[in-house]
């Protein structure tokens, strides 16, 4: 007979609830465990991925209370951002209402999982009593000078008037009313992350459990690089143009330079030195129409400014200046020198625009000197430098320090390093965000709001169409304030907080998530602090985890943590496919977590999501995988009925070797070969029989995995506790010592007979069994041995 899952995962659920089994607090007799998943946004329903993610970290945090651990595992929403805003437009309602709806249905969903959740540490970002510490947060960065406020351009729809993220703006439109999409310069804040720069980089080298992908992928978003800065001079009036290159080796072979179409000198008086003036601000308008992405992935276009030159400072040489949309403002200097023989996106802008090449490094496997007529790509391999005055013959490696000594000693470049890293923009024209807590006043200036008045709260009947501007700019009553120095009318600063900003310090929330007197209590935090285990997509491997450490650094300077680092050990599950692509409602291959939970319960989802792959790669959906987990889980049920007085020894062993496997596999989140383990164990209770103690080892190991099936077992075995109280098993070390192993022995090399002998058997013994072998004697009788190589309990190789 099927167990009733649904009755039993019900009644499971509500015992924990009422019993809170997982709430947490600080103990100071257990050592602590704080695991934590990437808190999801609200969108009204879980999905695979979700169900997932939260299923392997909610396996480490039952494990974990079973082994005596003193768990936090809490979870909240990252309530916050866009996609309300959109679904509020579309739904006709307010994106509060929209959220908190939304927010409803997921706790329904996740707690039929029977996730382990703490939910009286929930928080959700877009509650007043979360963003405030935001906007604390925010004023703690001003008075350090950390934010600060700037002109940044934009992406701006002139319709919706409104600012859009790269991914809103669709074949150079607004995805919303399809205008064309403009550039446009706004005053906006920013985070200085720069500023700890060096920290960010240098402590990469504590997180030994982090995946080397990710510390890789935060290492190149940090971008420190060693080089040159090089002088180039217009060639009227001697005007500097700086340009900064890693590679320095390639000087002599510069034959043009490149321009951002923001360059301050198109700006200036020498743009009436250009005889082409009204082309190159055509193309500048053009290029500023471009968003990033744009600008940087598709065709390189460019147009020379004709009438004036630059001078390469190592040899005199007159180059072309040209301007690019592919070159940015904000990366190094705004100029390049392009060097077209040794770089390949150089190469190709200058075969399109028939501008001259220079070889000045030669490789070692050609024979003659190289041309540049003879090139097909560029050539960015190392080899012997020519055409490089002094520096010819050196190895262009030697060559790099040499001739960046040689330019700064004459005045010409200086030996810089350059970091890709850039300030974060955090000002979004946008309502349902936190509100930047500044005001404007004409007499004093920039004004923070007192940290008394906080929170600036963001008013519920804002005019929401989408339309128009920042909706906060149309409620009087939000922007009319009179000003906290001098009382004179001022106006509220009327953007809100890019939503990275809420997701950058919650985990240390959770530590104290009712907290009133700071965003949260030092104490606890000391106690709960670091994440030991953090668990999530891998998209989130740069941007989420660089600012969740960033801001870790800011507390550490306020003296609120004492701590580098937030997050211990990373896991990045992989995704969710059916059909070999990711699930997506446009491609119709959607499966949904509800129906699976209805037809097979919540216990047989976790076992199959976990069996079907290791946590790291991706997850292939299968419909025959779901039935099989419940099949395993109904023959588990089964064996309750036929428990026998006492097991017999071969059982004993294969238990202990099943401990030993399960407790390894799940402290290392190889849960899919743990599972198999258990499978192999119930294959041979149902060969031998179990008694009681056998059986309640199995369920105890099934109880991170198949929480709610292996609680119900356990009652029936009749323990008054929940089986998340249980002792974890542990494993005798003797019944792992095989009593009899077979060896396979080989004769130069080639297998030539296997034998059965006792384990751990010496090699004088072993030699004795292997010349009474008489299946060995063809091979070995009346040859002497040259050498006799046992690898014990495994191999014997004899060489005759």
Known sequence: MEYNFKEIEEKWQKIWQEKKIFTAEVKSDKPKYYLLEMFPYPSGKIHM???????????????????????????????FGQPAENAAIKNRTRPDIWTHKCIDWM???LKKMGFSYDWEREVSTCDSSY??????????????????KKASNVNWCPVCETTLANEEVVD???????????????????????EYKERLLEDLSQLKEWPQRVIAMQTNWLGKSQGVEIY??????????????????????????????????????????????????????????????????????????????????????????????YVLMEYGTGAIMAVPAHDQRDFLFAKEHSLPMKVVIQPSAVSHQLSANELKEAYEGDGAQINSGEFNGLPNQEAKTKIAEWMEKKGIGKIQEHWRLRDWLISRQRYWGTPIPIIYCQKCGIVPVPFENLPVELPKDAPFTGEGGSPLGKVKEFVNVNCPKCNSPARRETDTMATFFD????????????FENGPFDKEKAKYWMPVDQYIGGIEHAILHLLYAR????????????????????????????????????????????????KNYGADTLRVFVLFAAPPETELEWDDRGIEG????????????????????????????????????????????????????????????????????????????????????????????????KARWPKYDPAFLIEENVTMVVQVNGKIRSKIDVPAGRCEDRLKEIVLSDTALKPWIQGKPFKKFIVVPDKLINIVV
């Open 49 to 79: 991925g979700h169900v997932r993610n939260y299923t392997i970290a909610d396996v480490a945090a039952r494990y974990r209370l079973m082994r005596g651990f003193n768990v936090l595992h809490p979870m909240g929403f990252d309530a």
């Open 107 to 109: 706790k329904i969903e």
């Open 131 to 148: 963003y405030k510490w935001n906007q604390w947060i925010f004023l703690k960065m001003l008075e350090r000078g950390i934010a600060y």
């Open 172 to 194: 150079g439109g607004c995805w919303r009313c399809y205008a064309k999409v403009e550039q446009k310069e706004l005053e906006q804040w920013f985070l200085k992350t720069t």
């Open 232 to 325: 180039f001079k217009l060639k009227k009036d001697n005007k500097t143009i700086p340009v900064f290159t890693t590679r320095v080796d390639t000087i002599f072979g510069a034959t043009y330079i490149v321009l951002a179409p923001e360059h301050p000198l198109l700006k200036s008086n020498i743009k009436y030195q250009i005889s082409n003036i009204n082309e190159v601000f055509d193309y500048i308008e053009k290029a500023q129409n471009k968003t990033k992405l744009e600008r940087t992935e598709k065709d390189k276009t460019g147009v020379e400014a004709k009438g004036i030159k630059a001078i390469n400072p190592v040899n005199n040489e007159e180059v072309p200046i040209w301007i690019a949309d």
């Open 503 to 514: 997701s950058s310090w919650y985990f240390l929330r959770f530590c104290s998530a009712r």
């Open 550 to 597: 960033f801001f870790t650094k800011f507390f550490k300077d306020l003296g609120m943590v004492s701590f580098d680092e937030p997050f211990c050990r990373l896991l990045t599950q992989g995704m969710v496919l059916k059909d070999g692509e990711v699930m997506s409602k446009s491609r119709g291959n959607i499966v949904d977590p509800d129906s699976i939970i």
């Open 629 to 724: 987990a419940f099949r395993f889980l109904n023959r588990v049920w089964r064996i309750k009925d036929n428990l026998k007085e006492k097991t017999d020894g071969s059982l004993a062993k294969v238990m202990h070797k099943t401990v030993k496997k399960v407790t390894e596999d799940i402290e290392n989140f190889k849960f899919n070969t743990a599972i198999a383990a258990l499978m192999e164990f119930v294959n041979a209770i149902y060969q031998s029989g179990a008694d009681r103690e056998v059986f309640s080892s199995l369920v105890i190991m099934l109880g991170p995995i198949a929480p709610h099936f292996s609680e119900e077992l356990w009652e029936t075995l009749g323990n008054k506790e929940s089986v998340c």
